[in-house]
């Protein structure tokens, strides 16, 4: 076979593959998977954390999510911004943030993101582009649509993607946020995390159509669902989504099917699911699990390279537990620090 | 005719409240997030689905702004809804029905209607849920005539005053704090009421009288004890209402130990303690004042969620001693 010959099977061999494995290099593609596992160990080191008596408060985890998170983000670079929910970690990893500052902000130490005044529902690293997680369902909506505007009306070339659950889409923030995102053709992407639930209230009893994509059509945007425990689905809209957004041809709403495993945060009776429900989706179709296999399927990845990859993650997660426990608690003089920009 | 008493928990004592309007009344229907099968997200409606059905313990969306709507609608039209704020904190998207409409409909209409309607606000730190989760926004609404304003400190007085604001003709905002929930107290078991409009004298004393709000009543008590031990005798009055305030006990109180200390979770500034504060000097009572009033107050702040910082931005018992002791003493 001449050499030609053989880079043309290669070719429509590879054409035929998701699209992932078309758009990005090995290397990128093991990355995201890293990360992946970085946010499940993440979010079970944070549990555990908590179990212990190590972090108070509350906590939203996103396991079974990760894929929604690594896929959207895969296409951004680290000036893009993204604004994001209660429910994310998985967000702020994804878009490059250091474990290590995050464990710290949940320990309420100096080192954490903000610098321990924020905590796991405000976690946020403005230098990789996370304009920060929220406690108000909705409330990043418009912020993501005015970072929008500032991109547009700078020229920065930024695209700007806001998180934001299924929940959410019952705000009035968020039919505001479309309609000014669509008149005004800003840069910005939608992503709604459909985990099926808003708490215990599930879709069908919240939202009066069947797909949140549906609301789309109402803002003149093109509205795309996609299964959000297939990374590569999930990459490929967003990549399509933010070209668009780029091109300055205006916002696109993505749905993401999803799943949470945990319950909504630390003080969940689980009793509006059934226990079949939750297994079938951890069984069946976890997002990381489906990833591995096709990087094993397609030549990728061996079993001995995942497994490596596994291992460098808890070690990372171990040191990142570490630096938050060995970090200062802030101390009670700096309570007013940040009120103001400028002192009062 | 006295009924029997137990010792339940405020969130109970709300709970059987609420079951009880109910019971006796079609009208009264619950509306608010997760409080059906979830039971609530500090479980105050527990079960109650099991008992009245998902017509009447309703979940809504998460819509603040359009559900609280729904229940000034409903209630001016023949509905007595109870609409519980997953946090208080979340008033904030509904401010708009809340205080353009319910406060003022009545008013608006040359008192053609009526705006029966009772809602529950979830509030306070201490629980380290952070800036967002964590306020006490009840002066934002005492700021509004039209509203009433409780914020009850016992599980006594949280049932009774509930069931007096679900029978009351118009809109009354109750402020639990969260701290509270778990409190247990003697309750009386079936219906009674507990005017929304008068403070009560927890504790007689005659040097200072310290003026509390909600969980600050717990802490002033505690301070009350320790400052007897020093020979101090502080009077605690527990407010109840700031919309209305009954100044007739506050005065009364004032008048007797010449010294006023206010105690409140919310922002120190332009907070209850500013109002009580004006209140007295304008009263008789400041003339016999022999001390400066104090306010001890939330810390000019969002609530932080580091939890050493937390506790710093509210009032602490050891601060309600020092204060009382210095007043009483002269040092501040
Ligand atoms: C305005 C507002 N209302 C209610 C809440 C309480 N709350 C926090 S998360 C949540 C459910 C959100 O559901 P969804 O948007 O689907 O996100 P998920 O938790 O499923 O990721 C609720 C009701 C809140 N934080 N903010
Ligand atoms: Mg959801």
Redesign the interface.
């Known amino acids: 076979m001449s050499g030609r010959a053989r880079a043309m099977q290669v070719e429509t061999e590879t054409s035929n593959l998701p699209f992932i494995y078309r758009q990005y290099e090995r290397e990128q593609l093991l990355d995201a998977l890293r990360k992946m596992h970085l946010i499940r160990r993440f979010e079970e080191g944070a549990e555990e954390c908590y179990m212990r008596g190590l972090i108070?408060?509350?906590m939203h985890l996103s396991i079974g999510q990760e894929a929604s998170a690594m896929g959207i983000c895969m296409p951004l670079v680290n000036e893009d911004q993204i604004t994001s929910t209660h429910r994310g970690h998985g967000h702020c990893i994804a878009k490059g943030a250091d474990v290590k500052r995050m464990f710290a902000?949940f320990f309420?130490k100096t080192t954490g993101y903000?610098a321990?005044?924020?905590?796991s529902?405000?976690i946020a690293d403005v230098s990789t582009g996370n304009l920060g997680a929220?406690?108000?369902?909705?409330?990043g909506l418009p912020i993501a649509v005015g970072a929008a505007l500032t991109a547009k009306r700078l020229r920065t070339g930024k695209v700007v993607v806001c998180f934001f659950g299924d929940?959410?889409n019952?705000?009035?923030a968020f039919h505001e946020a479309l309609n000014m995102a669509a008149i005004w053709k800003l840069p910005v992407v939608f992503v709604c995390e459909n985990n099926g639930y808003?708490?215990?209230?599930s879709t069908a009893?919240?939202?009066a159509v069947a797909n949140v994509a549906d609301r789309a059509a109402a803002y003149s945007m093109p509205g795309v669902i996609v299964d959000g425990n297939v990374l590569s689905d999930v990459a490929e809209a967003s990549h399509d989504a933010v070209e668009r957004a780029r091109r300055g041809d205006g916002p696109t709403l993505i749905e993401c099917k999803t799943y949470r495993y945990r319950g909504h945060s630390k003080?969940?009776?689980n009793?509006?699911r059934t226990k079949d429900e939750i297994d079938d989706w951890m069984t069946n179709r976890d997002p990381i699990k489906r990833y591995e296999a096709q990087l094993i399927e397609f030549g990728i990845a061996t079993s001995d390279e995942l497994e490596a990859i596994r291992n460098s993650v808890q070690q990372e997660i171990d040191a990142g537990i570490e630096f938050a426990k060995a970090s200062p608690?802030?101390s009670?003089d700096?309570?007013?620090d940040n009120?103001y920009t400028l002192e009062a | 005719m006295n009924a029997p008493v137990r010792e339940i928990s405020y969130s109970q004592a709300i709970q059987e409240a609420m079951a009880i309007a109910m019971e006796s009344d079609e009208r009264v229907i619950l509306m608010g997030e997760d409080i059906g099968v979830y039971g609530g997200a500090f479980q105050v409606t527990g079960d109650l689905i099991d008992r009245f059905g998902p017509d009447r313990v309703m979940d809504t969306p998460i819509s603040e702004l359009g559900g609280a709507g729904v229940a000034v609608g409903a209630a001016v039209t023949g509905l007595r809804p109870i609409f519980e704020f997953q946090f208080s904190d979340f008033a904030a998207l509904a401010m708009e029905q809340i205080v353009n409409q319910a406060a003022k409909m009545r008013y608006m209409l040359g008192g053609a209607v009526s705006v029966p309607l009772v809602m529950r606000f979830p509030a306070g730190s201490g629980t380290g849920a952070a800036a967002q989760h964590s306020q006490s926004l009840e002066a934002w609404l005492g700021h509004v005539p039209g509203l009433k304003v409780i914020q009850p400190a016992t599980p006594h007085d949280v049932k009774g005053m509930l069931l007096a604001a679900v029978a009351d003709p118009d809109p009354v905002m109750i402020f639990e704090h969260k701290l509270l929930y778990k409190m247990k107290g003697p309750v009386p078991e079936g219906h009674y009421t507990v005017p929304l409009n008068k403070a009560e004298v927890r504790r007689e004393g005659h040097d200072v009288s310290i003026v509390a709000t909600s969980i600050m009543v717990h802490k002033a008590l505690e301070a009350a004890e320790v400052l007897a031990g020093e020979g101090v005798s502080a009077e605690v009055i527990d407010l109840r209402s700031i919309r209305p305030i009954d100044q007739e006990t506050v005065i009364a109180s004032v008048k007797k130990t010449s010294r006023l200390i206010c105690v409140y979770e919310g922002v120190k500034t332009l907070g209850v303690g500013a109002e009580i504060s004006a209140m007295i000097a304008e009263s008789e009572a400041f003339d016999y004042l022999d001390a400066p009033i104090l306010r001890l107050g939330g810390s000019e702040t969002p609530i932080p969620y580091n939890p050493e910082l937390e506790k710093a931005a509210v009032p602490q018992v050891p601060e309600i001693v020092d204060a009382a002791r210095g007043l009483v003493r002269g040092v501040r």
Do not use: Q
């Open positions: 108070h408060g509350t902000e309420g903000c321990g005044r924020g905590g529902m405000h929220n406690g108000i369902v909705g409330g929940g959410a019952n705000e009035g808003g708490m215990s209230t009893r919240s939202t003080s969940d009776r009793r509006y608690m802030p009670i700096g309570l007013a009120v």
